[in-house]
C-alpha cells in the first residue's frame, strides 16, 4: 500500500468535522483572523534567542551518536537476549535523536554552525543512509506560509480526513524505510547516472522524506547541487560496499539485520512521533498563520515523556512553527515566555496538548468522524 493510496481514500470535502472551517449549523464561517497579539508577542520575547550555542549541538549531537552505536555494537555482540533488547532500545533512541539534527542544519544560517553539517552527514547522515539533501529543499517548503497544507506542501497529508486505516498503515510503513534507502542509493542512484529517465524519476519521487505523494521534487541548482552530489555519493559508495560486505561474509548477515531492525526501530519513533506532529485538519485550502499554528502541536512539560518521542525541540513543534528561526535548545525558554505573557483566550494555550496518547485518539477520532458520511 502506497501513500499515494492513502491519499485517494481522504474523506471529501464537507464530509469532516472541521474545528476551524463549520459551525455546527453547516454554514461556512469567515478563517479566523490571525491572533496579532500571540504573533507580536512571539516575536518581541524571543529576539535575543535566536543564536545556536556550538557547544550544546556539537555534544549534544556527537554524544548521541556515540552511545546510538555504542549500544548497536553491543545489541549486535552480545549472546545475551535481554541484555540485546535493552542495548537496541538505547540505540533505537539515541540514534533517533542524533538523527533528528537533520532538522536543525534546514533551519540553520549559514555560517552559524561551520561543520557541524559536514560532521553531522558523515557521523549520522551517510551510515544511515538519510543525507541531509533528502531534507534540505524540502522541509523550507513546508514552513513557506502559501504552501503550508496544501498539495505543494511536501510535508502534510490530510490524515484526519482519511479513513481510519490509513493511520497504523502510515505507520507501519515506516518499518520498510531502511530498505528502501539502501536501494535507492546502493542501487538506484548509480544506475540512474547512466539512465536518464531513471534519474528524473529518482530525484523527484526518491530524494526526499516527503509524506505527501502528489509533491514532485526539482533537480538542485548552484551550490546546492554541489553539495548533494558528495552527499549521494558518499551514500551510495557506502551503499555498495555494505552489501559487498554482507554477499562475501565480511558482515554477518545477522548483523546487517539487526541493524536493519535498529534502523527500522528509528524511522517507526519517527513516523509516530510525525503522526502526532499536527492536527492533520486542513484540505489543501491555504491558511492563516494562526490556522497553521493551531494545525500543529506542543507538548511542553511538565510530562518528561515527550523528550524522548519528540526530543531536539520537536515537543515544541506548534512554537517551531510561529518562530522557525529559533534553535531547538531555546525553544523551553521561549515557550515558558509565552505561556506567562499570553492571557487565558489567548490561541497559544489552544495548541499545548498533554501526550502522546491522547493526540493519537483525537487523531483515530478525527479520522473516523471525517470518514464517516453525516446523516
Known sequence: MTITALAKNAAPVGQADRRLRRRGDGAVDDRPKDDKAMLRAAADLTRQLNSPIPAIYWADMIGSAVIGYGALALTIATPVLALALVAGVVAILALYRAGLFIHEITHLKAGSLPGFKLAWNALVGVPLFVPSLMYEGIHNMHHAKIRYGTVEDPEYLPLALMKPWTLPVFVLAALLAPVALIVRFAILAPLSMLIPPLRRLVVARFSGLQINPLFRRKSPEGEFARQWAWMEGAASLWGIALLAMVATGIIPLRSFLIFLAV?????????????VAHLWENDGDPMSVTEQYLDTVNVPPPGIWAELWAPVGLRYHALHHLLPGIPYHALPVAHRRLRIEMGDDSAYHSANYRG???????????????STPHS
Open 356 to 370: 502522546l496518547f491522547p493526540l493519537v485518539g483525537r487523531l483515530a477520532v478525527s479520522s473516523w468522524r471525517g
Open 263 to 275: 534502523a527500522s526501530g528509528v524511522m517507526l519513533l519517527n513516523q509516530v512521533r510525525t503522526l
